[in-house]
């Protein structure tokens, strides 16, 4: 099973003891040294900037350099804006959510990973959209 990421778990997962981090951290705990989902290139700034603009080498920091090289990252080309303008429209998504969820449908990936249940409910057809507390 193929999971797409959204930024929030991602922060959740490098919180130590976040109740619903654990769940989203055991994803990548797997023994195998693959990746443990896809992504878009833009959760790299998403979920970085903050934690390396206060510690650089802090646990958080580290924690989501080491999540983050275990997701495939795909670079925002022509056909994920196409779907991404698309389903924008069609769920009212901001710009960043739309491009990691049009990310995750090109790609294949049969969940996107998400806490954001304002923006992303569970009628959204093209990916089947997957909380934290349902792994």
């Not at 976040?18 to 443990?36: C, I, Q, T």
């Not at 449908?105 to 249940?117: H, P, V, Y």
Request: net charge negative; no cysteine.
């Amino acid at each position: 099973m193929t999971t797409a990421f959204d930024a929030d778990v991602l922060i959740y997962a490098a919180a130590q003891g976040h109740p619903l981090g654990s769940r989203v951290a055991r994803l990548f705990d797997r023994g195998d040294s693959g990746y443990a989902g896809v992504g878009s290139v833009l959760l790299m700034p998403e979920v970085l900037i903050k934690p390396m603009r206060l510690d650089p080498q802090s646990l958080e920091t580290l924690r989501l350099r080491r999540f983050l090289s275990r997701i495939d990252l795909h670079p925002v080309d022509q056909n994920i804006i196409t779907l991404a303008l698309v389903l924008g429209m069609k769920y009212g998504l901001k710009t960043v959510d739309a491009i990691h969820l049009s990310t995750g449908a090109l790609l294949g990936a049969d969940r996107f990973l998400t806490n954001n249940r304002r923006d992303f409910h569970k009628e959204i057809e093209e990916i089947d959209i997957v909380y934290p507390e349902e792994l």
